[in-house]
């Protein structure tokens, strides 16, 4: 494995580098030739279904599983291990030991990344009291809410001040407030140059957050780059209102348009809107509304995934 | 290799604060009070149980005088085998109604008799529930033939005393290699348990994730089973210390009383500390790595027994060392690493050479470094799902 890394070389732009990443469990392929390219400094969405492959793709770039075949290189390194220490990691199955105090928590996870556990001490008062958690500092873990808790190992993650952050389903879990809270950290982390990975299958975050995104289905990418070329993907939908029923102006429309209610709703034709505006004009169509929508990254999914991607993603898509 | 240690380090610095500072571990400090009582209950009940059925009473109905010379001769055995194991004796008249006497004897309940020597010395008979080959009857044989003959004076034996011989110190050294053993086996036992169950808490607190993905997997299991090994140091010296201090309090000699060991008895101590950690580390760490597969505490609970009898086998197999240090037992116990560390401290107590000791030491420090090798690759295997087959003969870096 390692012989075959050798000619990886990970380029200094790069914060994570994947190559033909395959993962078997017994006859079981979860993650079948997946790569990546991460920019250093970047906010990068992994998006896909549960049973995607994200969480197996993660482990993979964290070092906790090996994979079967292919490379990763992870902040310039081929063993994700020797980069711990300048790694944060929030895995989607949260864990801290109860009996421990929220401070001796953080201070601890720091401590695993090579930072003094008084120096983490320190990190973790004033990180606790910038998240209202400064009551709670000394208190058992056992005693704090389950969003309390799932903070105060987001802090964990932070408190090394790592270059890159890796969070697995981060949002899950949280309510509204505390989601808010975790997209401002993450561009608030992305400002200091921290590159920052995370999975989700709640599109709206990669939406609002990512430069790069990359869907995975069925344990493959299907697609890899910023979210603007996923939805350049896509021609504008045209959603139109019209006071006459029929006429010469229904030969301005595409055949593939479909209704929701009142309206015509299809893709906006190639010459653009102009010529479209004027058959409708000329051909008596009596425009009641006509909206010219740029399509979302939920759409994007759909074209790209497919239907059934976007069904296992449920109707988290609703945040389009 | 530095990284390693430290990370380590971290593992066993959070988990000796955990099981040190819970309230569990006052109970873990009063367990070996638990046999102490127990043995306290049942030795008292045994001893009560033995007083009253060990020692036969044979009822003897005959004259005064004869009676009187059989009671000289039983004295004479008694000093030489312990009394306890001598038959006792209840004198009676014979009364005119022989046959009436007897039975009543043979019903009496105070003292429980367990048969009547009726017709004196001169034709004595046995009867009761007692066989002619019993140990009992022969005892009696020997008594009557004693008290038949009225020069029943033993002869003078003199006696030089010296301080030890090669027997007497063959034997003292044996005591002492046995009590080593059983103290580092019984130390031993008591943290198997403890140490199957360690990585249960990171594994349903689901940190094992984040531990994982932190430090390499041997950095866990060292810093585990060490962390363990301190709280267990930090309970033995708070036993020893009691213990000591309850042998000032109440005994006088205390170790000093217990045979020199060859080695001498700073040697044999030193060892001993060497051992112990050794023996734990080794069986520890292959415990480690059974309970590491384990999900639930209830499948620990099960592979409890099995480890427990298997930790009764290897002390078995060292116990051979006993008496016989170079016997080919003892030199195979030596060497197999899961008995090694009780072997070669009973060949402590019994040969004072340091050479062996030596290779000992560092044959079974590089077994504890190969278990816990492979303990770390298995896990990443079996629960990490991860690495390539296990294969013993090619230890390549996990």
């Not at chain 1, 994200?54 to 994979?67: E, N, Q, S, V």
């Not at chain 2, 943290?191 to 997997?217: F, R, T, Y």
């Not at chain 2, 590491?292 to 197999?317: H, K, N």
Request: aromatic share 6%.
């Amino acid at each position: 494995m390692l012989r075959q890394a050798q000619h990886v070389r990970s380029d200094e732009d790069l914060a994570v580098q994947a190559v033909d990443l395959v993962k078997d469990f017994n006859e079981t392929r979860a993650v079948d030739g997946v790569s990546l390219a991460v920019p250093t400094g970047a906010i990068y969405g992994l998006l896909g279904p549960n049973g995607a492959g994200k969480t197996t793709t993660l482990r993979m770039l964290m070092g906790i599983i090996d994979p079967s075949s292919g490379t990763r290189c992870v902040l310039g390194r081929e063993r994700p291990i020797e980069a711990a220490p300048e790694i944060g990691y929030l895995p989607e199955e949260r864990g801290l030991y109860p009996a421990m105090t929220p401070r001796e928590a953080i201070a601890f996870l720091g401590a695993l990344r090579g930072l003094p556990l008084s120096e983490g001490r320190l990190r973790a008062d004033e990180l606790l009291k910038q998240h209202d958690l400064g009551d709670w500092a000394k208190k058992p873990i056992r005693t704090l809410s389950k969003g309390m808790a799932q903070t105060v190992q987001l802090l964990g993650t932070l408190v090394h001040k790592p270059r890159l952050i890796v969070l697995d389903e981060p949002f899950s879990g949280l309510d509204a407030i505390n989601q808010a809270r975790l997209e401002e950290m993450i561009r608030r982390e992305a400002r200091n140059g921290v590159t920052i990975i995370f999975s989700t299958h709640v599109i709206a975050h990669a939406e609002r957050l990512c430069e790069g995104v990359a869907i995975i289905a069925s344990g493959k990418v299907v697609f890899d780059g910023s979210v603007a070329d996923a939805r350049g993907r896509l021609h504008p939908i045209v959603r139109l209102r019209t006071r006459a029923s029929d006429g010469p102006w229904r030969t301005a429309i595409p055949s593939t348009a479909r209704r929701e209610g009142d309206e015509f709703v299809f893709e906006l034709p190639e010459g653009g809107p102009e010529p479209l505006l004027k058959s409708l004009i000329e051909g008596g169509a009596g425009i009641e509304t006509l909206a010219i929508e740029r399509p979302g990254l939920h759409d994007a999914f759909v074209a790209i995934a497919g239907n059934q991607a976007a069904a296992a993603m449920g109707t988290t898509g609703a945040g389009r | 290799m530095t990284r390693l240690f430290r990370s380590a380090f971290v593992i066993a610095r959070r988990d000796f604060a955990a099981t040190v500072l819970s309230k569990a571990f006052i109970f873990f400090l009063l367990g070996p009070l638990f046999p102490l009582i127990l043995g306290g209950v049942f030795g008292g009940i045994g001893a009560k149980v033995a007083s009253q059925t060990e020692q036969p009473v044979v009822a003897v109905v005959s004259s005064a005088s004869d009676f009187q010379r059989m009671l000289s001769a039983r004295e004479r055995i008694a000093h030489s085998i312990p009394d306890s194991l001598v038959v006792h004796f209840a004198h009676y008249d014979p009364e005119p109604d022989q046959a009436a006497q007897l039975k009543r004897l043979l019903a009496s309940r105070n003292p429980p008799v367990r048969a009547v020597l009726t017709g004196g010395l001169d034709n004595p008979r046995v009867t009761g529930a007692v066989t002619a080959d019993s140990d009992a009857v022969g005892q009696l044989r020997l008594i009557v033939s004693d008290a038949r003959t009225s020069a029943a004076v033993p002869p003078e034996l003199p006696v030089t005393e010296t301080a030890v011989s090669s027997g007497s110190l063959a034997k003292d050294r044996a005591l002492t290699a046995q009590i080593g053993q059983m103290l580092l086996f019984f130390l031993t036992l008591l943290l198997s348990g403890m140490v199957m169950s360690q990585l249960i808490e990171e594994k349903s607190n689901k940190i094992i994730e984040v531990i994982a993905a932190a430090v390499p997997i041997d950095a866990l299991f060292i810093g585990k089973l060490f962390a363990m090994l301190a709280a267990s140091v930090a309970g033995i010296i708070v036993w020893i210390s009691s213990g000591a201090l309850l042998i000032q309090v109440i005994s006088t000699g205390g170790v000093q009383s217990l045979p020199t060991p060859a080695v001498g008895w700073s040697g044999f101590l030193a060892l001993g500390v060497i051992y112990f950690a050794l023996n734990y580390l080794l069986l520890g760490s292959i415990f480690l790595t059974i309970g590491a597969q384990a999900s639930t505490v209830r499948e620990v609970q099960t592979l409890s027994m099995p480890v427990t009898f298997a930790q009764v086998v290897i002390f078995g197999f060292a116990s051979t060392a006993v008496g016989q240090p170079n016997s080919t037992e003892a030199l195979a116990a030596a060497i197999f690493p899961l008995s090694s560390p009780m072997a070669m401290l009973a060949r402590a107590a019994q040969d004072p050479a340091w050479w062996p000791q030596l290779v000992a030491i560092v044959w079974q420090a590089a077994w504890v470094a190969l278990i816990l090798h492979l303990g770390a690759r298995m896990f990443r295997k079996t629960v990490l799902k991860s690495g390539p087959p296990v294969k013993w003969w090619k230890l390549k870096r996990a």
